[in-house]
C-alpha cells in the first residue's frame, strides 16, 4: 500500500510559478516511476510528466516542456513539479500518482496509486 498527498498549490496570477510535492509512504518509493496529472472541469486527465524510479529519466507534455520540471528526492519519498510561466489554462487539479513501468507512464489508467489532487489556478 501507497499513499501519495500531494501539497503546494493555490492561486497565483500568470506568469509566475508554483512547486508542487508529492509526498510517498512506502519502503519502495525508488523502485516506481512517478507521474503528474491534471485535470481541468470538464476535461479528462492529462499526463503531464513523469520521472522514473532513480531520477534519470523524464518525460513531459508537449503542453508543459520547457515550463515545467519534474524531479524526486528519494531520501525524502517525494517528488516535485516546478511550474514556471504559468498560465490561465494550466488551472486544474492536480495529481501524483505511482506506476510500476515506465512504458505505460504517460496512460493514468496503468497508475497504481493515486493522491487526493491539489487545486491550482492561475488567474490572467
Known amino acids: 500500500q501507497v499513499q501519495l498527498v500531494e501539497s503546494g498549490g493555490g492561486l497565483v496570477q500568470a506568469g509566475t510559478s508554483l512547486r508542487l510535492s508529492c509526498a510517498a509512504s512506502?519502503?519502495?518509493?525508488?523502485?516506481?516511476?512517478m507521474g503528474w496529472f491534471r485535470q481541468a472541469p470538464g476535461k479528462e486527465r492529462e499526463f503531464i510528466a513523469a520521472?522514473?524510479?532513480?531520477?534519470?529519466?523524464?518525460d513531459y507534455a508537449d503542453s508543459v516542456k520547457g515550463r515545467f520540471t519534474i524531479s524526486r528526492d528519494n531520501a525524502k519519498n517525494t517528488v516535485y513539479l516546478q511550474m514556471n510561466s504559468l498560465k490561465p489554462e494550466d488551472t486544474a487539479v492536480y495529481y501524483c500518482?505511482?506506476?510500476?513501468?515506465?512504458?505505460?507512464?504517460?496512460?493514468?489508467?496503468?497508475?497504481?496509486?493515486w493522491g487526493q489532487g491539489t487545486q491550482v489556478t492561475v488567474s490572467s
Open positions: 500518482a505511482s506506476n510500476s513501468y515506465w512504458a505505460y507512464v504517460r496512460f493514468a489508467n496503468k497508475y497504481d496509486y
Open positions: 512506502g519502503r519502495t518509493f525508488s523502485s516506481v516511476a
Open positions: 520521472i522514473s524510479g532513480a531520477g534519470r529519466t523524464t
